[in-house]
Each structure stands twice: as structure tokens, then as C-alpha cells.
């Protein structure tokens, strides 16, 4: 599968940018215009962000609800699929360390699909929206991980 590198990341957020994680998720670009185009610039960043740039979900768990969806990592959350929408993008960090960015590709029910390549139950603590603090945390390089949204 092509991974779409029209991607959109956000330093500072909403409010005064204090909620932001240190690995936060983002938007396709293709998201972000027909999100625009739909409710305006300000309700559009709100369905992406918290009012201090925190994610819109978090998750922090060991899921063992992991399954392969047609070679995909397919996540049962109802509050992650919840807030979701295809085209937005989630950090995904394990133990605290990066591991990269992935992109929604659908939502159904309780389950979130990525286009992660399907691995088995680990545990991951996935950010889904909002916004780096600084413009010094958004650089992908400090943490020297592949990004296979960010570096495609």
C-alpha cells in the first residue's frame, strides 16, 4: 500500500499549547481540506486537537484485541474508534519510545485499522491528534525512527 505524504502535523495547537504529547498524531491533507471545507478552520483543528493541543484520544494498554485485517493491524478501542476518522494519522510510542506515525484507513464499530503492517499484541500507547509543544519536539529526526508517513 502507498502511504499518502500529504501529511499534516501541528506545533502549538489550540489554547496555550500545553497539553501536547511528545509524539502526538496528525492528518492527511486530504483530511484536513475536506474537514475545512465541511465546518470551518476552528471546528476543524477542535475534531483534531483538545484545547491545549492534547491528543483527541489516548490509549495506554496492552491491547491483546490486536487482529490482522487483510495483512493490517486492526485495533478494537470503542474511545479510539470513537474520535477517529480515515485520514487522520496516530503516534504510536511503545515503553515510552517512538515507534512512528500511521494512518487511519477505517473505523467500524469498536475497531480502528491502520496501514501498519499487521504484528502481533504489543504494548502501545497511541496518540491520536494533537499537537508537539515545540517546534524542536516535531522534528522526527530526534528520535531516529523510521516514519513511514514522514519519510515516504
Keep these: 500500500m502507498t502511504v499518502e505524504s500529504n501529511a499534516m502535523f501541528f506545533i502549538g495547537g ?11 498524531g496528525g492528518c492527511l491533507k486530504s483530511w484536513w481540506d475536506a474537514k475545512v471545507i465541511a465546518v470551518g478552520e476552528v471546528s476543524a483543528l477542535a475534531a483534531l486537537m483538545g484545547a491545549d493541543g492534547e491528543p483527541i484520544a489516548v490509549t495506554d494498554e496492552v491491547f491483546s484485541n490486536i487482529d490482522n485485517n487483510g495483512g493490517f493491524t486492526r485495533y478494537e478501542d470503542a474511545a479510539l474508534a470513537a ?6 494519522i496516530l503516534a504510536y510510542t511503545a515503553a515510552g519510545n517512538p515507534i512512528g506515525h500511521f494512518e487511519v484507513t477505517n ?22 491528534g494533537g499537537a508537539y509543544s515545540t517546534y524542536v519536539s516535531a522534528n522526527h529526526a530526534t528520535y531516529g525512527v523510521p516514519d513511514p508517513i514522514i519519510d515516504h
Design 14 to 24: 489550540r489554547g496555550d499549547g500545553s497539553g501536547g504529547p511528545v509524539f502526538p
Design 83 to 88: 474520535a477517529a476518522e480515515v485520514g487522520m
Design 107 to 128: 473505523v467500524t464499530g469498536d475497531y480502528v485499522t491502520t496501514n501498519e503492517a499487521y504484528n502481533s499484541p504489543a504494548n502501545y500507547d497511541l496518540f491520536l
